[in-house]
């Protein structure tokens, strides 16, 4: 397992979202990143709690915001480098905006975004 403090891997994190294209970014509604050292169930890279954009028929405005959350350490365990962290967040972070968008883990894995 390789050590990333917090404050690097929210960077890393910060990173990825900015590979976004800004056209992705800019249809994302309603939507906060957060990191926290470890899920609830185990084997979680990542995890999206929300409504996808494309169910939101019924969406009123009063609506707490959908949560992306990466978790670091299991991250970390899987990687042998930075440049493996680096890659899994950036991974990691597109699996979950892609949900947020409606797009399912099928779809997502024929895409190369396991």
């Known amino acids: 397992m390789i050590r990333v403090s917090a404050t690097r891997f929210e960077e890393l994190v910060a990173d ?11 249809l994302m509604d309603n939507v906060v990143v957060v990191v ?10 990542g ?4 409504t996808p ?9 009063f609506e707490l915001p959908d949560r992306i959350t990466i978790y670091r350490n299991p991250i970390c365990a899987i990687a042998h480098d930075e440049d493996d962290v680096v890659e ?6 597109v699996h979950e ?9 099928e779809r997502l894995h024929e ?3 396991g």
Not at 47 to 50: C, F
Not at 97 to 105: L, P, Q, R, T
């Open 16 to 26: 990825a979202l900015d590979e976004i294209p800004e056209e992705l970014v800019a």
């Open 36 to 45: 926290e050292d470890e899920p609830d169930e185990p084997g979680l890279l």
């Open 47 to 50: 995890l999206y709690d929300g």
């Open 53 to 61: 954009l494309t169910s939101r028929e019924a969406y009123g405005g």
């Open 88 to 93: 899994e967040v950036l991974v990691t972070v």
């Open 97 to 105: 905006v892609a949900h947020h968008f409606g797009i399912e883990d």
């Open 111 to 113: 895409l190369g975004w």
